[in-house]
């Protein structure tokens, strides 16, 4: 490149890109195309109305850079604005979103291209971003911190690829009582748990860490395309990150369908037991069930360095199972293996896939983490066969297909009585009872669930499943500090059980301890990205009890357009439309509650409730009295 073609220059750079593009294609790929030409034409508008001017705008991606700063953060806190207000006005669409990142850096500006370490980090600050918010660098916060229309928090020093030192990252706060504040800096480690503080500490060591098993690779495949950091949904761990895809079932039966998930599910939880792994929930991976990604999408959408692939072929009393273990940063395998063996030999088999996992990713595990991951909780194939089918039978959520499960896992407990995880999910299809409203006695159904997880625990204490599943009946009783002992047990044994972090959440903020149930939850959706609506009423509910109202707002109005017809996701979204005194959207959400539980009443939710801080459920209640919700 000749000198007289480019130049260099400090420029505000934006980056923007869109939350889950993949999985909008996968569902609907002309209107998503269609919206996305729209919305890059509206951001392309807001961009040139700030005095910025868009760079390029490949695919899902836009780039775009501002000679001022505060031209360019006004501009990304418009375009978010805009993007929300059309997602509104078209409910029955595909709900688009963007991350936005800035950066003020030194570029190199060539033609009407720029290149450097200043694009590289906004793209990366961009991946830090909420779906709908903007993240800014240090660089940038120092010239727009004066700024009276929006807020600042801050999120600490995060390592971006290939850049020395870490950058310090900044979120926008639009909320009007956040205007003129920064909070964040002063960490509030003091005031958190013993376990929370140390958590937060080896998660800035965590950051400070590299990627150490980049340049491994066994042999290139040409067709599977690399993914590259600043692309990824969100930042990675340092420690091997992982998601296993569904196997496909190529037996030509769908009936085996439940082997082939069965086989990967167990992977995942073998896997997951691992302190140095950090492995994404079944229910996000098996979102690409039957569809034709890239594992560069994969790694980019939920936010891992690793993917494994595979497939299972059963046929009379033999089976074959592929596995491939590949690098999405670069596009290389790192370990693949083709097994023929008898039926009988499938539970060992997983252990030695996923040794052979554990191995390429060099994980080293102790003596005592070794007897954890590769525990065999049964010898009998039968029993094995019968308890995958119940998992998936319970799964599918209808009372008809629970009882069946429960059947099959007693004659599979009749067989092996030293089964555990039989007892545990036993015990999950009494819960299940209660959550279908198929139950004579509520009570009744909870106490023999917590009858057969202690029993599942009496057999095997180091099963995590049977922790959370006592901890899970703990949060129907109420009686929250057991479950936090049995939630966090859970999660000692198994890290990346998104369920336990999500439940621990959920009781934590019970327990008016909410900056750390904020944490914990927001864990939880790092580890299951496209999770039950729940996970993000909890969160709006949180934001809601400490008062910051928007992003309450944010989380609300995104629970609701998971599940529609869950009545806990509009009452939380009318409360905070009330806080908000948005009292037309507050009024509508209450008639959405009446016409979910036309007898509804403000006396009987108060009772359910179980806020700690008095205050807190009192300003709740107050909020939907005032929308028009009848005590």
């Not at 209450?590 to 036309?598: D, F, G, I, W």
Request: proline letters at 4%; glycine letters at 6%.
């Amino acid at each position: 490149m000749a000198d007289e073609n480019y130049k260099r220059k400090l420029t505000a750079i934006l980056s923007a890109d869109v939350v889950g593009y993949s999985l909008l294609m996968a569902d609907n790929e002309l209107a998503t195309i269609a919206i996305l030409k729209s919305y890059k034409e509206t951001m392309t508008s807001v961009i040139q109305e700030h005095n910025g001017r868009v760079v390029d705008a490949p695919g899902d991606n836009l780039l775009a850079e501002f000679a001022s700063a505060l031209d360019a953060v006004n501009s990304a806190v418009e375009i978010q604005k805009t993007i929300s207000a059309k997602n509104s006005e078209q409910p029955d669409h595909p709900q688009m979103q963007f991350r936005i990142g800035i950066n003020i850096g030194d570029v190199i500006h060539e033609d009407d291209c720029i290149y450097g370490d200043g694009v590289n980090v906004a793209a990366r600050i961009e991946s830090l971003a909420d779906p709908g918010g903007v993240c800014i660098s240090r660089s940038v916060f120092d010239h727009v911190k004066k700024m009276q229309d929006f807020g600042f928090e801050y999120l600490g020093d995060q390592a971006v690829k290939n850049i020395t030192e870490p950058v310090r990252i900044y979120k926008v706060l639009t909320a009007k009582e956040h205007s003129g504040k920064v909070i964040g800096e002063k960490r509030f480690v003091g005031r958190m748990s013993r376990r929370v503080a140390l958590a937060a500490i080896l998660a800035l060591g965590i950051i400070a860490g590299g990627l150490f098993s980049y340049y491994i690779y066994l042999y290139q495949s040409g067709r599977i395309e690399p993914a590259s950091v600043e692309e990824m949904a969100d930042s990675l761990p340092d420690k091997p990150s992982i998601a296993v895809l569904p196997f496909d079932n190529l037996s030509g039966e769908p009936e085996q369908e439940y082997l082939s998930d069965g086989i990967a599910e167990d992977i995942i939880t073998a896997i997951s037991k691992s302190p140095k792994m950090f492995v994404i929930d079944s229910n996000s991976s098996f979102t690409y069930k039957g569809k034709p990604v890239k594992v560069k999408e994969v790694g980019r959408d939920l936010g891992v360095r690793y993917v494994l692939e595979g497939s299972v072929r059963k046929f009379d009393n033999k089976v074959r199972i592929t596995a491939q273990l590949i690098d999405a940063q670069t596009g290389h395998p790192l370990w693949a293996e083709k097994y023929d063996r008898q039926l009988d030999d499938i539970l060992a088999l997983q252990d030695e896939i996923t040794k052979n996992i554990m191995t390429a990713l060099q994980v080293k595990l102790t003596e005592g983490e070794q007897a954890d991951v590769y525990a065999k909780g049964t010898d009998n194939l039968g029993v094995y066969l019968k308890v995958i089918e119940a998992r998936e039978l319970i799964r599918q959520q209808n009372p008809e297909n629970n009882l069946g499960a429960r059947q099959i896992l007693e004659e599979a407990i009749e067989l092996d009585p030293g089964y555990a995880l039989a007892y545990a999910y036993l015990g999950q299809t009494h819960v299940m009872d209660v959550t279908l409203g198929s139950t004579k006695s509520r009570t009744d159904s909870l106490n023999r669930a917590a009858e057969l997880a202690k029993k599942a625990i009496s057999i095997d204490s180091s099963l995590g499943y049977a922790h959370a599943l006592l901890g899970h009946i703990y949060v129907f009783k109420r009686q929250y500090e057991k479950a936090m002992l049995e939630l966090e047990k859970s999660i000692e044994l198994n890290p990346s059980d998104a369920t336990s972090h999500g439940l621990l959440g959920r009781v934590l903020g019970y327990a008016d301890r909410t900056e750390e149930a904020i944490i914990t939850t927001k864990k939880a959706i790092r580890l299951n990205p496209y999770p039950p609506a729940w996970y993000f009423y909890n969160l709006a509910t949180f934001y809601r009890n400490i008062k910051i109202y928007e992003e309450a707002l944010i989380w609300a109005e995104k629970a609701v357009r998971q599940e529609p017809y869950n009545i806990v996701a509009r009452w939380v979204l009318c409360s905070v439309y009330s806080l908000l005194d948005r009292m037309e959207e507050a009024r509508v959400e209450a008639n959405e509650v009446l016409q979910l539980k036309p007898k509804f009443s403000l006396k009987r939710l108060e009772k359910f409730v179980p806020y700690k801080n008095p205050e807190v459920k009192k300003r709740f209640i107050d909020s939907l009295r005032k929308a028009g919700l009848p005590d």
